[in-house]
């Protein structure tokens, strides 16, 4: 999904971020990618549960 400057789902332009499920898990949520799919800034990371979750497994850091 383009950064247009407005929430993803509120658009209609939508983007391949990979072709597959697999990779889509494996390098959006579960990995640091999560940080940008999800929208995190710097000041995020602390309250966000799931990304806490990627660093404690060493998936993230």
Do not use: Q
């Amino acid at each position: 999904m383009p950064d247009d400057g407005f929430v993803w789902y509120t658009g209609c332009r939508l983007e391949r971020l990979t072709d597959d499920v697999g990779t889509f898990f494996t390098d959006w949520v579960a990995a640091p990618g999560f940080r940008d799919l999800a929208g995190l800034g710097p000041e995020d990371l602390a309250t966000s549960h799931w990304y806490r979750l990627l660093r404690l497994t060493a998936l993230a850091s």
